[in-house]
């Protein structure tokens, strides 16, 4: 039995809380715990199981340690904020607890998010005996792992990867992100940047589209983005040529975007108002729907995967492995929105295979550097089926290879 302390209750950890309450063959104790007590009150009372909930600053990192060091779990789930990412770590290794996260961290006063940070904990976490699990979420997390597996058992050869993240919900407001505004909004409008024959290339926000043909979906429009698993992803599969990220928007999302950033509502600087010191995107924040209270009329499904091309016994091949979720199938399971449910999930299942033992090492991890199959075994039986279809090797990607060089 593993006993985890999970670090934020809101839509995304409110999903990992209900999760691990169903699976109490796995797990002990169960602690969520967040900076607004009654978010926690509001997953503790719709837990299928008991759960222990308190209130936390994870900025904090003395009141972290003396959290960690009353309930003694095995495992922390960071499911707050990237910002929160290095003081959880800290916590982590002055306690020698096991850490999981589902983003990488990002300084509060820079709009960039990078590993370097979190890998700089490497011989620390060695030494210490503990190991770091960084994003095990959808994506980066599950899309890292269908590359781990295709790597495994699908190829001799990776060297073209695309990776396509569809939402074709509808939640029905005018404009709300599926998960942190300030996080999404942050990553949205920073440079695209996709990596090609081992360099990096970047492109203005949103400035190179394409269609691309989801399963269960059909053609949308996708952007190109810069998405953090690139980074890992470039690093551990070994032969690759090119790899981008490619995200579907609506055309009224495009357009609040548009009008948000054009009139600084979407700074992350400090600016002056009436003698007193306000961050425009904070403010938008608090001004937009949280992503948990999204899920009730959601209708309509995700849908998320890889195209992979390479070689296979001296042959071309070309395979997409994918997921699809549907929004109200989710507010049924666990009342919550289909990109809470698809991050939630994933982060349940990687404790699970901590739980088992089978994600054992110690150190810093991004998950494809973990055994992809078990995860993907047990991935299925929590929810999030997963396929592996077979693409005409010999006809032109769907996606252009020279799109985003134009
Ligand atoms: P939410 O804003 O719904 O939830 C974040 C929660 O963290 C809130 O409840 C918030 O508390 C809490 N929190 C913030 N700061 C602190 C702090 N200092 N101490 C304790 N708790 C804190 O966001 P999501 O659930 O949508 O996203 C959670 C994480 O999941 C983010 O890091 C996001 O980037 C990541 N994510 C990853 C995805 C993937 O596929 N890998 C996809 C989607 C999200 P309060 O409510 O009081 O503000």
Redesign the pocket.
């Known amino acids: 039995m593993l006993d985890v302390l999970i670090?934020?209750?809101?839509?995304?950890?409110?999903?990992v809380a209900k999760k691990c309450a169903k699976n109490r063959d796995i797990f002990g104790r169960i602690h969520l715990?967040?900076?607004?007590l009654a978010?926690c009150e509001k997953v503790q009372k719709s837990c299928e199981s008991e759960i222990t909930i308190s209130k936390?600053?994870?900025?904090?990192v003395a009141d972290t340690v003396a959290l960690i060091n009353e309930i003694k779990p095995s495992l922390v789930i960071?499911?707050?904020?990237?910002?929160?990412?290095l003081?959880i770590m800290d916590a982590c290794l002055e306690t020698g607890v096991d850490y999981m996260?589902?983003?990488n961290y990002e300084p509060r006063d820079l709009a960039k998010f990078e590993y370097s940070w979190q890998w700089a904990y490497q011989e620390r976490f060695k030494e210490k005996g503990i190991k770091a699990i960084l994003?095990?979420?959808?994506?980066?997390?599950?899309?890292n792992i269908f590359c781990a597996y295709a790597q495994k058992n699908l190829f001799d050869e990776i060297h073209y990867i695309d990776i396509v993240d569809c939402n074709a919900g509808d939640h029905g407001k005018a404009f709300a992100?599926?998960?942190?505004?300030?996080?999404?909004i942050r990553?949205v409008t920073q440079r695209g940047k996709y990596w090609e024959n081992g360099q990096w290339k970047e492109i203005d926000p949103l400035s190179v589209s394409q269609m691309v043909d989801y399963p269960e979906v059909g053609q949308r429009k996708s952007y190109l983005l810069y998405h953090?698993?690139l980074e890992s992803l470039a690093e551990n599969i070994k032969g690759l040529k090119r790899i981008r990220f490619w995200m579907t928007f609506g055309d009224e999302y495009i357009k609040h975007l548009t009008v948000l950033e054009n009139i600084g509502m979407t700074r992350i600087d400090e600016v002056d108002h009436n003698g007193t010191k306000i961050i425009p995107i904070e403010i938008l924040?608090t001004l937009l729907p949280?992503?948990?209270s999204l899920s009730e009329n959601y209708e309509g499904k995700t849908s998320i995967g890889c195209i992979i091309e390479g070689i296979k016994d001296g042959k071309k091949r070309r395979v997409m492995i994918y997921n699809v979720c549907d929004h109200a199938d989710c507010h049924n399971e666990v009342q919550a929105q289909a990109?809470?449910y698809?991050?939630?999930v994933?982060?349940t299942t990687g404790a699970i295979m901590v739980a088992k033992g089978i994600w054992s090492g110690k150190g810093v991890f991004n998950v494809e550097q973990l055994d992809p199959d078990p995860f993907l075994e047990e991935l299925a039986k929590q929810g999030l089926a997963w396929h592996v279809k077979e693409l005409d090797a010999n006809e032109s990607l769907e996606i252009d290879k020279n799109a985003a060089a134009a």
């Not at 715990?33 to 607004?36: E, I, V």
């Not at 992100?177 to 999404?184: D, K, R, V």
């Open positions: 670090i934020g209750a809101g839509a995304a950890g409110s999903v715990a967040s900076r607004t978010k936390l600053d994870a900025d904090n960071n499911m707050a904020l990237p910002y929160q990412d003081a996260d589902t983003a994003g095990c979420g959808f994506d980066p997390g599950v899309t992100t599926n998960f942190n505004p300030e996080i999404n990553e953090e698993e924040k949280e992503p948990s990109v809470s698809t991050t939630g994933p982060a």
